[in-house]
């Protein structure tokens, strides 16, 4: 059977029921709802069946509420950057114009290619898929050329059936 969790007393009940109910981002709120069910009394296996979450979860939250108090309940990924702010203007209509154009290896444009351009203009890695995303956000959409059939006529073929 696990060890009872303690809380340690950052907040009150009251405090994390106020942060809890006004938090407008959902993990966050999560994370508060969790903390003001355990503050109130209620043990780890009966948390996890109210917030459908596992018991490591519960564990993993009071210990970083226990050690960081309310910066353990934020996102951590809030305030960095994003791919909007990787391109400014002037690198979007220039991307803009090479993407209406043929990728340097002659072939079509993909999601690792567009984040390979911007990487070399920014100097800042960055993810394929915000590569791609990137290219939606500018209004453009996949081309794939039309699929051949494996088992193909070739040109002698093809004439002799046209032929007949």
Not at 33 to 60: A, C
Not at 61 to 72: D, F, I, Q, S
Not at 136 to 161: T, Y
Request: aromatic residues 8%; contains cysteine; charged residues 30%.
């Amino acid at each position: 059977m696990p060890a009872p969790i303690k809380l340690l007393n950052h907040f009150t009940t009251e405090q994390l029921k106020h942060k809890f109910y006004n938090c407008p981002r959902a993990q966050e709120k999560l994370r508060w709802h969790g903390l003001y069910l355990l503050s109130q009394g209620l043990g780890r296996g009966e948390v996890t069946e109210k917030l459908s979450r596992s018991s490591s979860w519960v564990t993993d939250l009071v210990k970083r509420y226990n050690a960081e108090a309310a910066a353990g309940i934020e996102n951590k990924k809030r305030g960095k950057s994003n791919h909007r702010a990787c391109l400014t203007e002037e690198l979007g209509k220039e991307l803009v114009y090479c993407l209406q154009s043929k990728a340097a290896d002659e072939g079509l444009w993909t999601g690792r290619k567009v984040a390979q351009w911007i990487e070399e203009k920014t100097g800042r890695k960055v993810n394929p898929a915000t590569g791609w995303r990137v290219t939606q956000r500018l209004g453009f959409s996949l081309q794939v050329p039309r699929p051949a059939h494996r088992k193909k006529a070739s040109a002698q073929e093809q004439e002799d059936w046209k032929k007949n």
